[in-house]
Structure formats: C-alpha cells, structure tokens
C-alpha cells in the first residue's frame, strides 16, 4: 500500500467524524439500545455507530477492492485474509451517549504481520491521530513521542479502564485517569500525556491505538500476542479479549507489577 492509499482515509474518516458530531449534539435517548456485551457485560450503540460501519463497509470496498473488513457491530467480511481492515465505529460509545467528548472512530489496516497502519479521530476535540509501522506516529501532522518518565509519581498520569476496581487494585503512586475510551488512552500515552495504561477490550477496540503508541516509542505488551491473532479466523461473538499494558518507555516498570487483586 503507497502512500497515496493512505491519504484517501483521513478525509473520510473526518467526513465520518462530522456525521457522529452532529448525532452527538442531537443524540435521544430513543437512539440508543443497550446489547449484550460478552465478555464485557451490558453495552449501548447507536444508529451512528451501525452507520459509521456501514458506510466504512461501502469506503473500503470502493477504495481497496478484495480486501477484507472486520467490524464490531456487523461481523467479518472475508476476502483477502492478509488484508484486514479492522473497525471500531464510535469507540467510547457511552462516552458519546452522556455527553463526555472523549470518543470517535478507530480504523486499522492490518496485514500478516499486523497492524500496519492506524488512524484515531476524536471530533469533539479535532484530534486526529495517525501511524504506520516502521515509520512514526502524528497527531494532526505533528509527529509525537511517548513521555521520557522513568518511575511512577504524583507528577505522572496512568489509565484504565471503568471496570477494573471490580477485580484489581491499581497501587501505583501516580494520578489516575478512567476517560472511558481505551484507544484514547493508548493515544494519550503516544504523545506523552499519560505515563502508562492498562485495557482488556477486543481487537477493534486496540489495534489501531497499539500501533499508534508503540511508533510514538511506546512499550505495549499484550495477552495473547499481537503477531498470533488472525483477524480472518475470528467469528462475531467469538472474538478473543486482548489485555494491553502500554507505558512510556523501556525504563518505566509495566503497570502489572502495581495491579493486585482487590480484597
């Protein structure tokens, strides 16, 4: 894929952006269901999530022809099994229903040997975020770099998710941040903001967000291993939980030496 494919993205996933503002500043209770979650319990999603996958469907079959799509709220579409694109339509879709701006679409192009290009875009903030492997990672065209913090303190920021208290303790001595959206907290440690982050969600819900930290300088581990995931094989309600810790740099310990289980 050249250069010249990738830039066809941007734009439309800002044309996306636009869309979901709108419903964000409109967005009624009647426009949102509560589903079955998996491994994650109860959810919400909206119309403008169906319809971000729907036309992100319709975007790669026009553009990248025999490629193949896999999507969180309408499945696998197999084609190309060493091409994947990988889409979480309104990642921080509770987020988008109450109000809280942090949340947008997540896309990642993914080939045999994973993800190889990954774009985040949050409307309500106009930050768009982007990588490809090998090369670095941008935040609205300005290239970013993870944080050089080498211990945790007061004067460092760490992440997780809503649903971590239910089973671990965070011990770290460092403040502590829950935005509700997991590719923004991989993003925010791709430009430093965050020293450190901990997630268990789906592919979707991570690969671009991987990407984009680990070329921003980013460390991030994850359970099972990137390399031995194959989007082609992964079946709609069937899809593997992923847990990623991301931090700074090679010199701040993992976060997993500071969770212990809650008593």
Known sequence: ?????????EPFLREIGAF????????????????????????????????????????IEDHFPGDSFLGEETGNVRRNTGRYWI???????????QGVVYWGPSLCFWDDSGPKAGWIYMPAVDEFFHARR??????NGRPIRSSKVTEY??????????RLHRKMK?????KHRILGSVVVNLAYVATGSFAASYAR?????????????????????CSPAI????????????VPAITVLARANRDLPSLESHLVTAG
């Not at 303190?153 to 809503?162: E, F, G, M, P, R």
């Not at 789906?202 to 581990?221: F, K, N, Q, R």
């Open 170 to 174: 965070l011990t770290a001595p460092a």
């Open 87 to 97: 889409l979480d339509p309104i990642d921080g879709t509770s987020n988008y229903t």
């Open 20 to 59: 979901q503002l709108e419903g964000f500043r409109k967005l009624r209770s009647s426009d949102i269901q509560v589903k079955e979650g998996g491994s994650h319990g109860l959810s919400v999603v909206t119309g403008y999530d169906v319809e971000t996958e729907t036309r992100t469907a319709r975007f």
């Open 201 to 221: 969600a789906h592919v979707w819900d991570l690969a671009a967000g991987i990407l984009i930290a680990s070329e921003a300088g980013a460390i991030v581990d």
């Open 1 to 9: 894929m050249t250069a010249e494919d990738y830039r066809a993205v």
């Open 134 to 139: 090998g090369e670095g990672a941008w935040l």
């Open 227 to 238: 390399d031995t995931l194959r989007p082609g094989d992964m079946v709609p309600g069937a």
């Open 153 to 162: 303190s007061d004067l460092c920021t760490v992440a997780t998710t809503s």
